[in-house]
């Protein structure tokens, strides 16, 4: 049974960093995407970051690219969003997902998802 969980949210304050984690468990993630997602209430889960499991690509956001960076432990099966300069617009929260295959944005095409983690940006 695949599993994945989220770990690393919290509160911030405009400007600060955090560190978010997924772990992953239950098969071997061999040619998957894992991905980040973001979601506040009422509006519709968005991309946020993915990265290729084997290769280590990634691919942002516009709004994220110059202050989010994702990375992944292989050994650890865990994959990294270490997020700086955050704004209150980051305010949401964050899921892990992954997929078979390339990267894709839409987050349909995801096959396994976590349970969230919440961060929030005070002004």
């Known amino acids: 049974q695949v599993q994945l969980v989220e770990s690393g949210g919290g509160r911030v304050q405009t400007g600060g960093s955090l560190r978010l984690s997924c772990t992953a468990s239950g098969r071997t993630f061999s040619g998957y995407s894992l991905g980040w997602f973001r979601q506040v209430p009422g509006k519709e889960r968005e991309f946020v970051a993915a990265?290729?499991?084997?290769?280590?690509?990634?691919y942002y956001e516009d709004s994220v690219e110059d202050r989010f960076t994702l990375s992944r432990d292989k050994t650890e099966m865990t994959m990294y969003l270490q997020m700086n300069s955050l704004k209150p617009e980051d305010t949401a929260v964050y899921f892990c997902a992954a997929r078979p295959g390339q990267i894709v944005v839409r987050t349909t095409m995801y096959r396994y998802w976590g349970q969230g983690t919440q961060v929030t940006v005070s002004s």
């Open positions: 990265i290729g499991w084997n290769d280590g690509n990634t």
